[in-house]
Every structure is written in structure tokens, then in C-alpha cells.
Nanobody, 129 residues
Framework: QAQVVQSGGGLVQPGGSLRLSCTASGFSLDYYSIGWFRQAPGKDHEGVLCISKSDDSTYYRESVEGRFTMTRDNAKNTVYLQMNSLEPEDTAVYYC??????????????????????WGQGTLVTVSS
């Protein structure tokens, strides 16, 4: 069974850091594009950081560029979202999704593919004093 399991969320003060993990089983993340999305209460999913395997492109949401980065550990079949200098506006449930490399990173981040690919269960990030 192909699935993605997330961890790493929690409560952090403004200016703090968190690292979210997204671990796949049943398939290899190395062959998939990766999207990180977040959903604040009452709002739609919004693309945060997406990397396309098709053209090796990276798209950052402007508000997180310079603060968020993604890394891969192929040996662990895991991708990480490192979040630094967190702000209250970053509070949301964060999701990762792995999809076949058919879209550019900008296309992937523009619209959450809710019925495509392999989604993690989400993890809550709360940035508050």
C-alpha cells in the first residue's frame, strides 16, 4: 500500500523553527514531484513550496521564500520541510503530497491536487506566544 506519513508539527514561538518530515512507503519519493501545502482554519489549501521532478524547478510562496527549504533523504525515502523564522501567519495544518512529475513546480503549487497523488495526513503547526 502506498502511503505518506507526516510528523514534526507542534507549538512554537514566533521566530522559532520546526522541521516537518514526510516519509513514504510503497513507492519511492525520488521519482515524484513534491508539494507542500497548508490550510489555515476556514481557508483553502495554499501552495507553500513545490519541487517538480519533470523540469527540476522549485517554486516558493513569496511569504516563505528565504525562510522555508526542502531537502530529500532518498535512503530514508523522506523529504523534510525546514521552517525558520516562523510567524503567527504560518499557523496552519501542513500537508505534503507526492505526485507523478507531470506539472511544473509553479503549476503544482497553484492548485492543490486533492484527488491526485499520495497525500500525507497533515500535521498542525501553531506559531504563538
Amino acid at each position: 500500500q502506498a502511503q505518506v506519513v507526516q510528523s514534526g508539527g507542534g507549538l512554537v514561538q514566533p521566530g522559532g523553527s520546526l522541521r516537518l518530515s514526510c516519509t513514504a512507503s510503497g513507492f519511492s519519493l525520488d521519482y515524484y514531484s513534491i508539494g507542500w501545502f497548508r490550510q489555515a482554519p476556514g481557508k483553502d489549501h495554499e501552495g507553500v513550496l513545490c519541487i517538480s521532478k519533470s523540469d527540476d524547478s522549485t517554486y516558493y510562496r513569496e511569504s516563505v521564500e528565504g525562510r522555508f527549504t526542502m531537502t530529500r533523504d532518498n535512503a530514508k525515502n523522506t523529504v523534510y520541510l525546514q521552517m525558520n523564522s516562523l510567524e503567527p501567519e504560518d499557523t496552519a495544518v501542513y500537508y505534503c503530497v507526492a505526485i507523478p512529475p507531470l506539472l511544473t513546480s509553479q503549476q503544482l503549487c497553484a492548485r492543490a491536487p486533492l484527488h491526485l497523488g499520495h497525500w500525507g495526513q497533515g500535521t498542525l503547526v501553531t506559531v504563538s506566544s
